[in-house]
Nanobody, 126 residues
Framework: QVQLVESGGGLVQPGGSLRLSCVAS??????????MSWYREAPGKERELVAF????????NYHDSVKGRFIIARDNVKNSVTLQMNSLKPDDAAVYYC?????????????????WGQGTPVTVSL
């Protein structure tokens, strides 16, 4: 059974920090063959990509609004990806989702498969 289990969300004051974690299990292929991302969805808004890291960790991208404040990191031994969120703003409040998509090695082999976590809520408020 494929699972992406997020944790670390909660209530934080503006300017504060949170660290989200996502642990993967049950994938058909080893974790290191998947690109990993964090998305977020705020009420009334579309789900948007926040941060992305390739299967080998060599390429990382961020949404412009979080550059310099958020850090995505993966641990291919622990099958996990984290999102360190600093200097949080009210606009960062959303449900944050972990997403696994096929990495370059999978795509070269013609393999597919992508997975979502259940989401973890982040509230930024006084």
């Amino acid at each position: 059974q494929v699972q992406l289990v997020e944790s670390g969300g909660g209530l934080v004051q503006p300017g504060g920090s949170l660290r989200l974690s996502c642990v993967a299990s049950g994938f058909p292929f080893i974790f290191s063959m998947y690109d990993m991302s964090w998305y977020r969805e705020a009420p009334g808004k579309e789900r948007e990509l926040v941060a992305f890291v390739t299967d080998d960790g060599r390429l990382i991208n961020y949404h412009d609004s979080v550059k310099g404040r958020f850090i995505i990191a993966r641990d291919n031994v622990k099958n996990s990806v984290t999102l360190q969120m600093n200097s949080l703003k009210p606009d960062d409040a959303a449900v944050y989702y972990c997403y696994a998509g096929p990495g370059a090695r999978m795509l070269r082999r013609g393999e597919r498969g992508d997975y979502w976590g259940q989401g973890t809520p982040v509230t930024v408020s006084l």
